[in-house]
């Protein structure tokens, strides 16, 4: 799967972690920043993402589009689209960017608003990812789980480096007798559930 890594996918993934690592030094205000998921994060949730079962693909929090382009991967191995919700103007521009340039639109559904005004009408989620503000991420859980097919997969970013601010929603899904979870050490850390 990541042999298949098409080189304008290539130049657009080093020019955003370029911009990512810039933004974290350089003073840039925190929302604008892109505060996108490490390398070995993206090829952590490609790989999740391309053994799940039938379902859909889901994305909270787009950003510039970089995780996007990682689940894409997963999507042209299983004939999937991945649909990703971005709340930001300026952010959707970027994402709009991203996926023209790496020559990935027909493979991104970009739904501009919040996703948890749309979450209850998606049945059958294979995989989610949720990378957004933290304070969503508990109402987030609790609409995506039920929703999640038998064997699917949300997994959240930040699990350890924002643990003390996720405590409560980690707490829940780590208790939670619907999935069976935990946290891996890879990035930021990543909360891993699996639907029962």
Same mark, same amino acid.
């Given at each position: ?32 920043? !892109? ?9 952590? =949730? ?5 053994? %799940?079962? #039938?379902?859909?693909? =889901? ?6 589009? *970089? ?5 894409? !991967? ?33 493979? /991104?559904?970009? =739904? ?5 005004? *749309?979450?209850?009408? *998606?049945?059958?989620?294979?995989? +989610? ?6 304070? /969503?991420?508990?109402? +987030? *859980?609790?609409?995506? %789980? #039920? ?5 699917? !997969? ?10 003390? /601010?996720?405590? #409560? ?12 979870? !935990?946290? %891996? #050490? =890879? ?5 891993? +559930?699996?639907?029962?």
């Amino acid at each position: 799967m990541f042999h298949t890594i098409s080189q304008p996918m290539r130049d657009r993934m080093n020019d955003l972690e370029a911009k990512d690592s810039q933004d974290r030094i350089d003073g840039t205000p925190r929302l604008q920043r !892109l505060r996108q998921i490490t390398h070995d994060t993206g090829k952590f =949730i490609a790989l999740l993402a391309a053994t %799940v079962p #039938p379902g859909h693909i =889901i994305e909270i929090g787009t950003s510039a589009g *970089y995780s996007t382009m990682w689940l894409t !991967l997963a999507g042209r191995e299983t004939g999937r689209t991945v649909t990703t919700f971005e709340l930001l103007e300026e952010k959707v521009k970027l994402a709009q960017e991203t996926f023209q340039r790496a020559e990935v639109e027909p493979l /991104v559904e970009l =739904i501009v608003g919040d996703a948890r005004d *749309y979450l209850p009408t *998606y049945k059958d989620i294979a995989f +989610c990812f949720l990378d957004a503000e933290k304070d /969503v991420y508990h109402a +987030c *859980y609790e609409a995506v %789980v #039920p929703n999640l097919v038998k064997g699917g !997969l949300l997994v959240a970013d930040n699990a350890i480096n924002h643990q003390e /601010v996720l405590k #409560p929603m980690l707490n829940r899904a780590l208790e939670d007798d619907r999935v069976d979870a !935990l946290i %891996v #050490p =890879i990035g930021n850390g990543q909360l891993m +559930c699996r639907k029962r």
